[in-house]
């Protein structure tokens, strides 16, 4: 993770990646100007400092520098929001959609979901390992640390909508003889549903768009305090959707062949700081990088799980030396 501004300040971060060949696709002939585009001025939930340090991504631009082809000349990009999109647990596919144009939200879950089994197939034991105990860690994480990052913690369940009414029986059946439904609903739920906690079960909650037509399973949500079980999100109507995280987007970058990055922007809260977070495919890199928007709440991005997209434009007037950030 860089941290790119604080105001002013100007970073640059580098890494050192797989040198293959690739076909690169020249910047001008990458359109995104068919995405509508909405001035800062205009996207709520701002400061007057962020709206100011979020400009010099479009008045300033920033500078790209391909990775692995040191060949490819270095591209100024000017980025600027490019609209609102539904907050209704699907945005970072709404999102990335709207940049790319590949068929609707629902069409890029399959894909990043499909990636990622092709991609673990083919993985060592040791890199499956270690994604699923990323995986575990965010969904199905040890009440008995981790504490003093957050105050509350969830656990992800995936229920059968074909088993929803025997789940539903067997709660009632326990709550009818005295046991509080809380604790009969946790103890059913856990022993009746699927825990995220490895691939297959990563694959199946990331399917899950919320729509109760489409989707196999339904998502159950337990949140827990120190002081034990908070409260249950049974998600009756279930349109709850698996929101996208760290591991789609990887994907997604392996699909397109393309960066994208997380462009991250916080307030007064955390000294007017915009991070760049990188996801970069394993691969060849045959384009330029794609860019999706995160207001920040804290440093924890506390209540900001939304993404929104940033349309970037190439640009052959702004000086390299006067950019607000390299990448």
Known sequence: MGKLLCDSATNSITEKLPQPLVTWRDPSTTIVDSVPST????????????????????????????????????????????GNVNSDGNCLFSALE??????????????AVKKFEQDLGLAENVQKQRVESVIKNLYSPDLDSGWGVHI?????????????????DAILYYANRGIIRE????????ECCIAVDDGPSWAKYMSISGSPDHDEYDIITLQYTKDGLLTINENRDGRAAAFGDDIAIECLANEFKREIYVVQAHGSDADNCIFFLPHRPRGEITGLPLFLFMKGTGWCSAGAD????????????LSPEKVAFVL
């Open 39 to 82: 001035s800062w001025d205009e996207v709520p939930g701002l400061e007057d400092q962020q709206r100011r340090n979020l400009s010099k991504l479009y008045d300033n631009g920033i500078l790209w520098t391909h990775p692995q082809d040191r060949s490819v000349s270095p591209v100024v990009l000017q980025l600027i929001h490019g």
């Open 98 to 111: 709207k940049l790319t144009h590949c068929g609707g939200a629902r069409d890029l879950r399959s894909r």
């Open 152 to 168: 509350v913690q969830e656990i992800k369940l995936l229920a059968k909508k074909s088993d929803r009414q025997i789940i539903d």
């Open 306 to 317: 939304h993404y929104e997209p940033l349309i970037a434009h190439s640009s052959s007037v």
């Open 183 to 190: 604790i009969a609903a946790e103890t059913i739920y856990k």
